[in-house]
């Protein structure tokens, strides 16, 4: 068995790795302590949700608000810019890292993937998996209840429409919608 560090780094930088690695399951157990704190506090007790949503976060700007409530893996692998705003039951698997710009806003119930499973069952049941990272620009918002899959990124000034399924990179400026999401127009041309 390979030890816990070289299985992180192999998750980070997109290597097949073994998710079912003990130590991933007791950082994924750690986390969820921390998200059940925030979870559960009252929703006015806005500065001790901050210091637990900045001791979970890789990096987190100013002015970010986040709606109870929400869950990461590992949160660490999150970085946030300033200005943010998420709605209610906000979900980030980070496996891989995910970079979110300034400005942006997001609606209830999205989902936000960086984890990938084999299709063959035999490894699938194995316990191995790879990430990829995903990036939203600045400036972007994100309707209710889309989700967003590995590896994409996202351009600013976009607009994902509510329900979308975002399978691949969507460019800067583009009004994207449906299921798979394509492009209905750009916004401001």
Not at 70 to 95: K, Q
Not at 122 to 127: F, H, I, M, P, T
Not at 182 to 188: D, F, G, K, V
């Amino acid at each position: 068995m390979n030890t816990f560090e070289e299985e992180w780094s192999r998750m980070l930088s997109g290597e097949v790795y073994d998710a079912v690695h003990p130590e991933f399951l007791r950082r994924l157990e750690e986390t969820r302590e921390k998200l059940w704190e925030y979870n559960n506090l009252c929703p006015s007790l806005t500065s001790a949700r901050e210091a637990i949503l900045r001791s979970l976060l890789g990096a987190c700007g100013d002015r970010v608000h986040v709606n109870q409530p929400i869950r990461f893996d590992y949160g660490c692998n999150i970085y946030i810019g300033n200005d943010f705003f998420a709605n209610f039951n906000l979900t980030i698997l980070d496996e891989a890292e995910v970079h979110i710009g300034n400005n942006v806003f997001i609606g209830p119930n999205v989902s936000i993937y960086t984890a990938c499973h084999p299709l063959e069952a035999d490894a699938r049941n194995s316990g191995v998996e790879w990430a990829k990272p995903v990036t939203i620009g600045n400036s972007v918002w994100i309707g209710g209840g889309a989700t967003i899959l590995p590896g994409v990124t996202v351009g600013d000034g976009t607009v994902i429409g509510a329900g979308a399924l975002v399978t691949r990179d969507v460019p800067a400026g583009a009004l994207v919608g449906g299921n798979p999401a394509r492009i209905i127009r750009m916004i401001n041309q």
